[in-house]
């Protein structure tokens, strides 16, 4: 009887190595993520029909989409989404550019380190929304103290990433500009800032989300418009399907803010592998 | 297939949690134990005097106060079923929470009633300055409200409707807390607010801040609060919300006797200023809070009677404002069968 | 332009790195400097080229440096030091820009570079997509550009692969041959140094002092992996070298 090669090994008492190599390695599988939202929402909207889920506990999904449809056909969700996009767009930006101004000297300049570095450490870490009572009394009850208050809110993060990134840019490529030459400026424009540009950005990305959790702070103090006021009147009117719509939203803006940031990652940052 | 079974297990402990908070996780207790939400304002003495004097207890009632922050979540917390009674005034989350078949308003408390000090309407030195001297100047004026919904909203409303023009002419400003809006008044960011009686008098003694009227000109036997139980209690626990009305009513007919008309005589009222002093002000030291607690003494209902009259035109501005549904009706709301009602 | 090097001694704290070094610099000539690890050459590349400051001694140019030279002492790193975010002319450019030139100079020197170090069709290319032979060859471009008087070459070779060491040597060689130029080759390899340098210095382990510096005297152009010479030359300088290494592979490095 002809023998089967494995046969052949079985009995040279071979066998064949076990592999023991797997998992630890994520993968990207499609879909999974949306398919989760979708079970979870339906299994959601089951529960409610079948009275499962009390409605004073949770409205379903499908009042929460009557509740925004009801803001749509009402005009009100375009004068929410624009007062809150307003205040969110002014309060990032001027954050963020003071925080680069602050984060670069203190990463550049020695006494600015000394003197920042303990009273970024100190205000960094008081919440926004305890100070609102004296942002009243510093900004009014217009959009000074609500853009403040996210100017605050991501002016301090911005700080700390700008001059953590500054600090890890690659010594060897200061010292390789100073060895050709290269002023300061040139230095600072061409070397330091493209080199903490990946730090930067992320900073950005936490700093725009937590600008987005500041909104509903903000918006506490005579807001009539925003989609933090209408959380906060959804909440106060125990109108608990508006509650769900407006929270949705928030993460619809913050969704939205990733991607727009992700498409700026892989606009500046292309260089990278 | 542990991993499995262990993640259907979460998933029905979960439900289980929403069950429970649905349903109201309020068993009946042995000795009726049951829980009072209360704010430490002196509108809630009635409750406090029957605590303190045993009215609860001869009730056959065993009371533990749940103190809260706000009007808004102790109507949350009857709701759930984690708070068996409240204090608190009539607020967009009430009804919609009554509306959801969650609570029901069975009783009256504080109420204006003309020739007691009561709510004050009041203006910042700037705008008085500016020629706002009385309510019928706040016409375009800016108006410090907690939140849409709130009583201080529905004030200015109805002081506007008074003077002829209408509630949108005040433009009202949601600060969330009453200290942000003092704050905002005192700094004349906004023009003007309306407030309970002791606060309304310690801010106008200030430079900052003049008064120009008093609510009751304006909501004549205001409701201002009201007790309520959740619907449950209202239905099936009938006996233990009657005995409760019936503590409730004795505190505050004490109350009044001794603080609003003043009949009980100087000791009565000392001792009474010394009851609530355990429960309202209690860090400041005595003597800075007797002025405040006896400036807050506004009447509250005898036997718990109820303006329904006034509610329902509470729950009519608040459906007019598009701020709870038009199929709210009033016998959703209130319970009548316990108390006198008018 | 000459460079000397009078009584350069250098220290970090109270860690000696180089003691009393006196080393001149021949203008056209590679000089290479070999030593066991931590004998301080590549210190001593970063004072010649002031970056550093010596604790005593100095730096000494003599004569004026050419008027064409725009960086008169110019580095060539062992991790390149090329800017990731930007191409391959824009890596050439960037020691240009601060530089007052026409742009059509700028332009000329770039495309001129490009060419002599065979990068021509890479113009576009960002460091990632290059290998470690391609990166080097454009960090020696970027040099070429501001044409140096003196290169200073810290180990520009060691972070390579053999082979492409290899083809490099070559292309140094043929730079060389084409428009000699001056360098101090810093390096731990001794097959580079007998390849490269007209003389060869060797360092004692710290604190670095000059053992002996080697002439060797078959022209650049002609020297083969194969010459006996050279292998002769190369074993010299090993037996000069090897206690020394052995030595200092045995020091605690805590300095």
């Not at chain 1, 930067?200 to 500041?214: N, Y």
């Not at chain 2, 289980?16 to 109201?24: D, E, N, P, T, W």
Request: hydrophobic share 45%; glycine share 10%.
């Amino acid at each position: 009887m002809p023998k089967t090669p494995t046969s052949q090994s079985k009995s040279a008492n071979a066998e064949t190595v076990a592999f023991r190599g797997g998992g630890f390695a994520p993968r990207p599988i499609g879909l999974v993520g949306a398919m989760v939202f979708v079970f979870l929402i339906a299994f959601w909207e089951w529960g409610s029909r079948v009275g499962w889920i009390s409605q004073l506990v949770l409205p379903a999904p499908s009042e929460a989409f009557a509740a925004f449809q009801e803001l749509v056909v009402s005009g009100l969700l375009w004068k929410h989404v624009s007062a809150s996009v307003t205040r969110l767009v002014t309060g990032w930006i001027s954050g963020t550019v003071l925080g680069l101004l602050v984060g670069l000297s203190i990463g550049l300049f020695s006494l600015a380190r000394a003197g920042l570095v303990p009273l970024v450490s100190a205000m960094f870490p008081i919440p926004k929304i305890a100070m609102l009572p004296l942002f009243i009394i510093w900004f009014g009850i217009g959009e000074g103290s609500k853009v403040a208050t996210i100017l605050f809110g991501t002016f301090f993060p911005t700080i700390i990433t700008v001059y953590g990134g500054v600090d890890n840019v690659d010594r060897n490529l200061i010292r390789m500009g100073q060895s050709f030459g290269l002023t300061w400026f040139s230095i600072v424009r061409k070397i330091i800032i493209p080199g903490a540009l990946p730090a930067i950005l992320s900073g950005a990305r936490i700093s725009a989300s937590i600008a987005i959790i500041l909104l509903v702070a903000a918006e506490m103090i005579g807001a009539e418009f925003g989609i933090g006021a209408y959380i906060l009147l959804a909440g106060s009117l125990m109108a608990t399907d508006q509650l769900i719509a407006g929270v949705a939203l928030l993460s619809m803006l913050g969704l939205t803010v990733g991607w727009l940031i992700g498409k700026a990652e892989k606009y500046f940052l292309n260089w990278r592998a | 297939m542990r991993g499995q079974s262990l993640k259907r297990r979460s998933v029905l402990g979960f439900a289980a949690g929403f069950m429970a908070i649905a349903i109201g996780g309020e068993v009946a207790l042995a000795a009726d134990k049951i829980n009072v939400g209360a704010l430490r304002f002196t509108s809630h003495s009635a409750s406090f005097v029957a605590f303190e004097r045993e009215y609860f207890k001869n009730n056959n009632l065993d009371v533990t106060f749940k103190f809260f922050q706000a009007a808004q979540p102790m109507a949350v917390a009857i709701a759930s079923g984690d708070v068996h009674v409240g204090v608190t005034a009539i607020s967009g989350g009430l009804i919609n929470l009554a509306k959801k078949g969650a609570i029901k308003v069975v009783g009256g408390a504080l109420h204006e009633e003309k020739g007691i000090d009561g709510q004050m309407i009041l203006v910042s030195k700037k705008a008085y300055d500016a020629g706002v001297t009385s309510p019928d100047k706040l016409k375009g004026r800016t108006y410090g409200i907690t939140q849409a919904g709130s009583s201080f909203h529905y004030m200015a409303h109805k002081i506007a409707q008074k003077e002829g023009f209408p509630g949108s002419e005040i433009k009202v400003k949601p600060l969330q807390k009453v200290g942000a809006i003092i704050g905002a008044l005192k700094s004349g960011q906004i023009d003007a607010w309306s407030i309970v009686p002791h606060i309304a008098k310690a801010l106008s003694k200030g430079p900052a801040v003049v008064s120009i009227g008093k609510i009751t000109d304006y909501i004549p036997d205001y409701q201002v609060t009201t007790v309520f139980t959740s619907a449950k209690n209202a239905s099936q626990n009938r006996d233990l919300v009657k005995r409760f009305l019936a503590a409730f009513s004795k505190g505050a007919a004490d109350f009044n006797a001794a603080l609003v008309d003043k009949t009980a005589g100087a000791e009565e009222a000392e001792k009474m200023v010394k009851l609530i002093h355990k429960y309202v002000y209690t860090s400041r030291p005595y003597a800075k809070a007797a002025p405040s607690i006896r400036n807050g003494a506004m009447r509250i209902n005898k036997n718990a009677a109820l303006n329904v009259t006034n509610v329902r035109d509470q729950l009519q501005w608040f459906q007019s404002e598009g701020l709870v549904g038009k199929d709210v009706t009033i016998d959703m709301l209130v319970d009548k069968s316990f108390v006198r009602t008018y | 332009m000459d460079l000397r090097l009078e009584g350069i001694s250098h220290n970090y704290g109270s860690l000696k790195v180089l003691e009393g070094i006196n080393l001149a610099i021949e203008h056209g000539k590679i000089l290479c400097v070999v030593g066991p690890s931590g004998c301080g050459k590549s210190t001593l590349l970063r004072l010649i080229g002031g970056l550093e400051r010596p604790s005593a001694g100095q730096v000494m140019q003599i004569g004026e440096a050419p008027s064409d030279s725009l960086n008169p002492l110019t580095y060539i790193f062992q991790d390149f030091a090329l800017l990731p975010w930007r191409t391959v002319a824009g890596n050439v450019n960037l020691v240009l820009e601060d530089q007052k030139l026409s742009r059509q100079r700028r332009k000329d020197i770039l495309e001129n570079v490009l060419e002599r170090t065979k990068l021509s069709d890479f113009a576009d290319a960002l460091p990632r997509q290059l290998s470690g032979g391609m990166k080097q060859r454009v960090a020696i471009a970027r040099a070429l550009a501001v044409s140096p008087a003196v290169f200073l070459m810290d180990e520009p070779l060691s972070a390579l692969d053999s082979q492409t060491r290899e083809l490099l040597i070559e292309d140094l060689v043929d730079l060389w041959t084409r428009e000699p130029f001056t360098a101090v080759y810093v390096t731990h390899n001794l097959a580079e140094a007998v390849r490269l340098g007209h003389s060869v210095a060797v360092f004692s382990r710290r604190p670095g002092q000059i053992r002996q510096v080697v002439k060797i005297g078959t022209p650049l152009a002609d020297r083969k992996v194969t010459d006996p010479e050279l292998i002769d030359r190369q074993d010299y300088l090993w037996r000069l070298m090897k206690d020394e290494a052995l030595a200092a592979d045995l020091e605690l490095s805590d300095a």
